[in-house]
């Protein structure tokens, strides 16, 4: 196992990594059952200082990637920050469930690497993944033709907004999953010569 050098950049992002998925699910769950836009504003708030500190606080050290997700989700949450009282709450608990694919991958951080399960939680996160933020978000939101009766009440300008958000959201989801696919394929079929 490697050492890790243990620094406030690392126990913040891996803290908030563990936790907000989790708080994130628990507030869907409960929005679901009560109807409570509390719930749902929580964790709107906590996503959107999460990535705004993060893009302030840690911009020069963090991966394009994350500095593309996190400038997307922090246009997403200002620009639809209401919008999710128009919809029924299955949907928006689709929307938030997705997170729960974040607390795999920051597990991953704290496994051993080669173990078997680092396997379990990859195998977790692939799936928690495509699940979620493909399937679930493609069924339930995008291919549903009830979705589309709901954005009869939504303003102009908020319902732009929101197929603008869910277009760069969907595109970078389909992005990593391109990329995870890749990886997928490379580890099961790579030509490794046994000596």
Known sequence: MSVVK?????????????????YSVSMAGLYYYTEHPWYVY?????????VTFDLIAFYRT????????????FFSIISNYYTFTYFPPY??????SAEISTFFLSLKEFLPKKHWISNVNNAAFILSFLFFRMFAFVYYIIGNREFYKYTHNVPELELYSLFISFGLVFSLNSYWTILMIRMIYRKL???KKIQ
Request: proline letters at 2%.
């Open 6 to 22: 243990y620094n406030f950049k690392f126990v913040y992002q891996y803290t908030v990594g563990l936790l907000l998925p989790l």
């Open 62 to 73: 963090i991966s394009m990637d994350y500095k593309i997700h996190h400038t997307i989700y």
């Open 91 to 96: 949907m928006i608990c689709v929307c938030i």
């Open 42 to 50: 929580s964790c709107l708030s906590l996503v959107l200082l999460h």
């Open 189 to 191: 079929f790579s030509t």
